[in-house]
């Protein structure tokens, strides 16, 4: 007898999408071929992929909810926002850094919406997966902002220090490690994997926050190896 179709939902921002930033055009273009994701869908497993460039958990919530309104019909969903929740307004922080500026989601309202995002799911019988965020490169990012023509020294004041922005990313991904423990959600350690790296730098564009093509073969092959227990849950 043929095994069943496993079928898998991913809503993401632009590292699940498979964005890379290109050096030669100083612009983000999808991965070329993304053979990895297509060898993750396979016979036994079909994923479709609903993550978009630029979203927040909040956006990703409104994608949630209309796709659950026209039928969504999957076994799993995976969850992967927090990238752009606890990044910054720079162009507003480079105008006045004497103020103070806020994440563009507050940690609290993104527990919230994850939250709400993982109790839709279950009402709708499909099971929720949380991911971590792999870990950025803050200089090579701070670098990136100035590339872009924002006023270093207005940066560079109101960050005091580029770990600042390691440690802000950090706080989100261990939010969605905490998410997972309450509510007893299954958890995907992107970061864990890049940490392990001993230059994780290497699997990092030159923006500092997207993953590279060996980067995203990191992401893929360890999505795979959860693919499994997930299938049999």
Not at 27 to 32: A, E, K, Q, R, S
Not at 198 to 223: F, M, R, S
Request: with cysteine; charged share 25%.
């Amino acid at each position: 007898m043929q095994e069943r179709l496993w079928r898998l939902r991913i809503f993401g921002d632009s590292i699940m999408r498979g964005i890379l930033y290109d050096d030669s055009s100083g612009d983000y273009v999808p991965m070329p071929g993304n053979k990895v994701l297509d060898n993750l869908s396979n016979s036994q497993i079909h994923i479709h992929n609903s993550s978009c460039f630029g979203y927040t958990s909040i956006k990703g919530l409104q994608l949630l909810r209309r796709a659950i309104s026209r039928g969504l019909t999957t076994d799993g969903a995976l969850l992967e926002f927090g990238g752009n929740d606890c990044d910054y307004r720079w162009r507003e922080i480079a105008a006045d850094p004497d103020k103070d500026h806020h994440p563009r989601t507050s940690l609290e309202d993104f527990e919230r919406t994850l939250c709400m995002m993982i109790s839709l799911l279950e009402r709708e019988r499909i099971m929720p997966v949380l991911m971590t965020l792999p870990p950025i490169d803050p200089d090579r990012y701070v670098e990136h902002l100035c590339r872009l023509g924002l006023d270093r020294s207005a940066i560079c004041y109101w960050l005091v220090d580029n770990d600042r922005m390691y440690h802000v990313q950090e706080a989100y991904s261990d939010r969605i490690k905490k998410i997972a423990l309450d509510t007893g959600t299954r958890l995907i350690d992107i970061r864990n994997g890049f940490l392990k790296v001993q230059d994780y730098g290497a699997l990092l564009c030159k923006d500092g926050i997207h993953p590279n093509e060996e980067g995203h073969l990191l992401i893929w092959n360890t999505l795979h190896d959860h693919l499994k227990e997930l299938k049999s849950a």
